[in-house]
Each structure stands twice: as C-alpha cells, then as structure tokens.
C-alpha cells in the first residue's frame, strides 16, 4: 500500500516523499526490503533475544483532520461534469485525500463514476481503485478499455493486485492475467500461490535492501536510487549475501550518523519478522504487541522475501472482528457493507441458524409434551419456564463471549482449560445462587414454597450448566480447527433451552413427586 492508504487522511502532493521508495523483487531474487514504521522518528522493529530488549514503536505523529463539504462538492463536481471541463475536474479532485475521493465516487452514479474515474491522474486513479469495495471494483472494469485496464493494473501495488484478483470472478481474473506484464504476472501468481488466509497474500515483495558492509553515505544513496516506487523506507532491514535478514536500521540513524560507518555497527539484529505461511492474525498479533506498522516477511530458510503493512493488516483485523459479531449472532460472514449487500444475500447469511433454532424449539417443544402429566398437576411450573432458560442462556452466552475473546486475542490456550473450567464453576456457582434465591422468593411469594424451591433449584443447575457449557465449547471448536466465535450466542442459548426443560420439570417432577 502507499503512504496516502497508509494514513487516510495524508494528502495526495505529499508521495513524492522518501516515504515512497522502493526496490522491485521477484519471487527467486534475494535481495533485503527496506520496512516503514509509521513514524520516521521514533519507530523501531524488533523482537527480543535472551538479554536484548524488543525494538519497538513508541510514538504516532497526529492525524490531521479533514473535513469536505460532501454536498457542495457534488455540486461543483456534475457541474464541471456537465460542462465537460476535464481540466478543471482534474485539477479540483487531485489534492482531495484519496480515501476521500474514493469515497466521493461511491457516491455517484456509475456512468458519471466512470467519467470522473478516467480524468484522475494514472497514479491517482490506481491509488482510489485500491479503496473501492470488490463489487465496485468489478463494476468499473467492466466499463474500462483494456488499455486503461492495463494501466491500473500496471500502478497497483502488489498486495492491493493480489487481494484485487483472489476478490473478483473468474472470468474478470483471467481478463486480468491476459493484461498484465509477464513481470507482474509472475509476482501476481506467485504471491496467489500462498494460502489463502495467510501472510503471504499480503505482503509485497517491493523493497529497499542494504547490506551489513556498506557505509551510511552508500546506504543513503542506494536508497534515493532505488527508492523510487517503495511504501517503506523509515526502518531498512538489512541482509546478508544471501538474502537473510540480519537487523534493521532506522533511517534516523542513516541520516543522522557519520556516513563512513558501516551499516552493521549501528543495526539492531533483534527483528521481529513473520513467515509468508503463517496465519495473517500473527502479523495483527505482533504488531499491536510491539506497536509496528511494517512486518518483514521471511520464508522457512530465514531469507527476507517482502513486507507487510499496517494498512493491510487492521484492515485485517477488521474484517475479523466484524466476521466475529456476524457469527456471534448467528449470521454467516458478510464481507460487504449493509448498505451494498443485497437482500437475497442477507437472507442467505442469516437464514441457516434461524431454521437450525427451529428445530432446537421444536425439540424443546415435544421435551415439554413429555412432562404433560407433570405440568397438569402443576400448571404454575409454565409460569417460570421462559425465565429459567432465557436467564441461564445469557449467563451461557456470557462465558461463551468471554472465552471467545479471550482465546481470540491469545489470553488463554487450551493448556488453560482446568484453570478456566474451575474459575467458571466458582463464579457461575456464586451467579446461579443469587439468581435461584431471587426467583426462589418470587416464586414462594406468588405461587408455594414447593415451587419457589423447584424453580430456585433448577435456576442454579442450569446456569452453572451452560456457564461451564459456554467457557468449554470454544476450547472444543478451537481444538477441532473450528472458529470458536460460532460458540457465541446461537449455540449457547439452543443448549440452554434444551437443558433447561430437561433439568426445570425433572427437579420438579422429583422434588414435587409427581
């Protein structure tokens, strides 16, 4: 990604910083990424070795605020629009922030999308492509000739090229592969080689390298030479011969320090790095832990084959969170905005954990059946029956959510299940004994003693119950290589209600001796 992503609210006049060089790899070249923290002052990159503390950031520059008067905007743009006055267009659009242009083309309709999208400067139009959403970017190229096609194609950066080829349909992707240039090609197939939720699909494998030998003044001037077209060059990752990564240095330094001595003197040789394999929540992990906005990436041999940045990763993040609440709800992953998603899609999503607690309330359903003797000779057990189980589903759902998140951001492994399990019992033991006592008393005061005991009891039960239910479910789907964020509400509160028929009429059926 660019710096203007990088920082949503950066202006475009600003990329023709040092903040925009690179070198261009190919998958087979080994050569060493240079790495961008988000402030050239102050960020560092590093994990600790034994004795060796990490390197890490420790400051964010302010974020300025911008703010466009969306309406008049639209007003002098169709007017310009409808005058064909492209120049003016131009000239008015590119020094707007490009998430703001990106945005503000959203909003058009798509023949004026279209327009305004192809009097954009090439390195302009590239950057607003990279925010669009998938449909949209699906949209637009089917309106563009193959040369403008090959243009925006040629700009992206590669990761933004990747996520772009593995989002569109089939047909659109080998339309694509057709228009790229063999160099591209290759970095494009190589990169859709890792797997699909992995590093690998994020990195891009254009960046600066120094080796530990050179001067400062050399390092510099490798910099401004090939620089040209990186995201990353506040922190420079240094490399041996062979490609691995040895350390880092921080452009302070380079700038700062006398430019005859060696690069090896002044790096860090503690970075912190991921492989291209592993999961992309690592890189999410390591930067929230150490504070980085750009990770090297490394492959199983220890060589440095490209980088990822924060952009990518929290937009990441993101959609993990928000893939989190879908399924906590029940609702299958929407990967598009509500207001872009259409209604057949929503119905999809959400219709499978409606129709599968259907049938749960089914069940419940012909559990009660069961127990008619029970409840004809006391009808005042229906009374209480939605409490118990819609109380104990929302202590379930409590410890489901809890451990959930506490599994997701790495609080707890399995290893620390007997520990959870017992502190669950406690505190579920302490919640189920006050709830019991309060709808004990309501229960004695309104109906008898008998059945404020009955429904106390069963209060108890059935909270510690699916408490305990709702703490181990997401050890079990983690363990199984399941998302433990399905353990969320759905599930829990099903079980609750089964259990909680089950043990409320057979407490009564043996306290009552019916």
Request: one cysteine or more; glycine letters at 6%; a negative charge.
């Amino acid at each position: 990604m660019t710096d203007e992503k990088k920082d949503r609210d950066s202006m475009h006049d600003n990329k023709g910083s040092i903040n925009d060089c690179v070198q261009r790899h190919s998958p087979s070249e080994n050569t060493t990424p240079g790495e961008q923290s988000r402030d050239d002052d102050r960020d560092r990159a590093g994990t600790a070795t034994p004795g060796e503390e990490p390197w890490v950031a420790t400051q964010r520059p302010a974020v300025p605020e911008i703010n466009i008067d969306e309406e008049a905007e639209m007003r002098v743009v169709k007017g310009l629009l409808g005058h064909g006055d492209w120049a003016s267009l131009r000239e008015h659009m590119v020094n707007w922030p490009i998430a703001e242009i990106a945005d503000f083309l959203s909003e058009l309709d798509k023949p004026e999308r279209v327009l305004l999208f192809r009097v954009l400067p090439r390195d302009v139009a590239a950057e607003v492509f990279s925010y669009f959403e998938a449909f949209e970017q699906d949209e637009l190229l089917r309106e563009l000739t193959d040369e403008e096609t090959r243009h925006i194609m040629s700009d992206l950066a590669p990761d933004d090229r990747t996520e772009l080829l593995e989002e569109l349909p089939a047909q659109i992707t080998t339309r694509l592969f057709d228009l790229l240039r063999p160099e591209d090609l290759k970095e494009a197939r190589w990169l859709l080689g890792y797997p699909e939720k992995s590093i690998g699909r994020l990195m891009t494998p254009d960046y600066v390298a120094v080796l530990p030998d050179w001067t400062v003044e050399r390092a510099l001037v490798h910099v401004r030479n090939r620089g040209k077209d990186s995201e990353t060059v506040n922190m420079v990752y240094v490399k041996d011969s062979q490609g691995m990564l040895l350390g880092a240095v921080s452009l302070r330094q380079l700038v700062l320090d006398d430019p005859s001595t060696a690069v090896k003197d002044i790096m860090r040789t503690s970075t912190v790095s991921v492989r291209a394999f592993d999961d992309r929540i690592r890189a999410t992990e390591l930067m929230e832990r150490y504070g980085l906005w750009v990770l090297p990436v490394i492959d199983s041999q220890g060589a440095l084959i490209g980088i990822v940045t924060g952009d990518d990763v929290f937009e990441v993040a993101r959609e993990e969170t928000t893939e989190d609440f879908h399924k906590g709800a029940g609702v299958a992953p929407i990967k598009v905005s509500l207001n872009d998603a259409s209604p057949f899609l929503l119905y999809r999503n959400r219709i499978v954990w409606l129709m599968a607690l259907v049938v749960v309330y089914l069940f419940s359903g012909r559990i009660m059946a069961s127990f008619e003797e029970t409840i004809a000779t006391a009808v005042s057990l229906v009374f209480f029956l939605p409490l118990i189980i819609d109380c104990a589903g929302n202590a379930g759902s409590q410890s489901a959510v809890l451990m959930v998140r506490a599994i997701g951001v790495g609080d707890v492994t399995a290893a620390d299940w007997v520990e959870v399990f017992a502190k669950e019992l406690g505190v579920s033991v302490i919640l189920g004994a006050i709830m019991g006592l309060t709808v004990s008393l309501v229960g004695a005061v309104s109906v008898g003693p008998d059945i404020g005991v009955v429904v106390g009891l069963t209060m108890l039960i059935t909270v510690v119950a699916t408490c305990l239910l709702g703490a181990m479910i997401p050890f079990v789907l983690n363990k199984l290589g399941w998302d433990p964020a399905s353990a969320s509400s759905p599930l829990v509160t099903s079980i609750a209600d089964i259990f909680g028929v089950l043990i409320y009429f057979f407490t009564a059926k043996w306290y009552l001796g019916i």
